[in-house]
């Protein structure tokens, strides 16, 4: 019999590539995995080749949320066959935690960011709540991972536990361009900016990238993917100097959105320095870029930084003024052969960057407890 893997998250699975991927590696090792999410009105179906399971719930944010989330998950875990369970950030641990106990079960734990920093819980109750979870179950988990060095850093300043390193990498398999621009819409006579991401929110230098395309009738900026800060963004390019200037695409599943990604010139990502978890973060949008052979235009925060320079991919710029923005651009698109390097170098890095190999530390872990 194979040993039964469930892997929770607090996400309605259609979206979460890093998460696919380990569920993906580990049925490729013959595991039986069971992926567990929740339901959303608009949660699209899945076709993936392990087994997934979606909770329905009547709060879809907020305290109620997590609160019932957790309670539903706990008893779903609690009855169902497992050998091993694989929880998936903060929000996911207690339910996972609980019923390793009852169930004398190995737990693995992947921390995807540092969770006590993340900007919408400072300042308020729900922090306090997080961090005494936090701190009641992380110094007693066995298996723990996560996302880059930095973090890694201050969960063992916090903890003093050694965390193995699984970064968001992609898949060496290379991805056709299956679609034109014609076909996409996109124009031939101008400089394609992308954004793209699930999480296209505040301080993540969306309003000022904006500001800096207004400037420059050179580029058109495409945005694929959601965030709390796209109505404001949509509001502002409805105005005068950005008219036709940036076109917001929505979510797509990865493969539809790559697609815009081999369609562009540059790809940006611009997140700020505000809070901890920001400061530390790796966006896995990086090494799409890196993979679909377009620049990158980057905020200068250390884990990005360090990608960008040492593999010379693109541009880090040091403030996030339009002005900065617009000139890190131009730098990048200045000349075809500056333009060609950085493309050369991205898809080159890919052959080290690549989830292939980077996950084999998680490999060995399973090995380990199973």
């Known amino acids: 019999m194979p040993i039964k893997v469930i892997i929770s998250v607090t996400n309605d699975l259609s979206f979460d590539q890093r998460v696919d991927k380990v569920c993906s590696t580990l049925h490729s090792m013959g595991f039986d995995v069971t992926l567990i999410g929740r339901l959303l009105p608009n949660s699209k179906d899945l076709e993936r080749n392990y087994k997934t399971k979606r909770i329905k ?9 997590y609160a019932f989330f957790n309670i539903r998950l706990f008893f779903v875990l609690l009855f169902s066959k497992v050998d091993v369970y694989h929880a998936n950030d903060l929000d996911t641990l207690l339910a996972n935690y609980l019923a390793s106990k009852i169930r004398r079960k190995k737990l693995v734990y992947d921390s995807h960011e540092y969770f006590l920093g993340v900007p919408e819980i400072q300042g308020r109750f729900a922090k306090k709540v997080w961090t005494k979870i936090e701190h009641f179950i992380f110094p007693k988990l066995n298996y723990v991972f996560t996302v880059n060095q930095s973090i890694a850093d201050l969960y063992k300043e916090d903890y003093g536990k050694e965390l193995s390193i699984i970064r968001n990498l992609p898949l060496k398999k290379f991805i056709t361009k299956s679609k034109t621009r014609e076909e996409l819409n996109i124009p031939l006579d101008k400089t394609i900016v992308i954004l ?13 990238l904006l500001e800096a395309i207004a400037l420059s009738d050179q580029f058109v ?19 005068k100097d950005l008219k036709n200037k940036v076109v917001f ?9 790559m697609q815009y990604t081999l369609n562009a010139d540059v790809g940006v990502t611009l997140d700020k320095d505000t809070n901890i978890n920001y400061r530390f973060s790796l966006p896995n949008k990086i090494f799409d870029y890196m993979k679909a052979g377009i620049p990158v235009l980057a905020s200068n925060l250390v884990e990005v930084a360090n990608i960008v320079n040492h593999y010379k991919v693109g541009v880090v710029i040091n403030d996030h003024s339009p002005t900065t923005i617009l000139n890190g651009l131009k730098e990048i698109i200045k000349n075809k052969e500056t333009a060609e390097t950085f493309s050369n170098n991205g898809k080159a890095a890919i052959e080290q960057l690549n989830w292939e190999t980077e996950v084999n530390s998680m490999k060995s872990i399973y090995k380990k407890i199973t």
């Open 249 to 257: 695409v929505g979510r797509l599943p990865y493969k539809e959105m």
């Open 57 to 65: 719930l009547l709060f879809t944010k907020g305290a109620l949320f």
């Open 196 to 208: 793209q991401g699930a999480g296209i929110n505040v301080d993540r230098g969306a309003e000022e």
């Open 221 to 239: 900026l495409y945005i694929v993917g959601n965030g709390d800060v796209l109505s404001q963004l949509k509001e502002r390019a409805n105005q």
